[in-house]
């Protein structure tokens, strides 16, 4: 499975940025997707997640009501539309998979085994 991210930047506190995430190398629709975050000098950490139909989507506390994480199985995307961005959500975003059998809770990162490389968001005025 190979993932590609794409769509950070530079944006200004309150702003707004949608990443992408698209998939391929297997049955994109067999997979729960996730997106993950690392700031400087911490460790990585789960932002949101979606299981493999869309019918869940699950949020880390501080991002919940801001971010939105949607997919489309049909091009092999998921998205993490993300607004009123504050300096704290600067970091590398990191979009991961697991199967949708494996078990464990989605925010947990060690049951994703494939990953992306990332794709920086900077939120600075």
């Known amino acids: 499975v190979q993932l590609v991210e794409s769509g950070g930047g530079l944006v200004q506190p309150g702003g707004s940025l949608t990443l992408s995430c698209v998939v391929s190398?297997?049955?994109?629709?067999?997979?729960?997707m996730g997106w993950f975050r690392q700031a400087p000098g911490k460790e990585r950490g789960f932002v949101a997640a979606i299981t493999w139909s869309g019918a869940v989507a699950s949020y880390e506390d501080s991002v919940k009501g801001r971010f939105a994480i949607s997919r489309d199985n049909a091009k092999n995307t998921v998205w993490l539309q993300m607004n009123s961005l504050k300096p704290e959500d600067t970091a590398v975003y990191y979009c991961?998979?697991?199967?949708?059998?494996?078990?464990?809770?989605?925010?947990?990162?060690?049951?994703?085994?494939?990953w992306g490389r990332g794709t920086q968001a900077t939120v600075s005025s």
């Open positions: 190398g297997r049955t994109f629709g067999d997979y729960d």
């Open positions: 991961a998979a697991r199967f949708y059998l494996d078990s464990g809770h989605l925010s947990d990162p060690n049951t994703y085994p494939f």
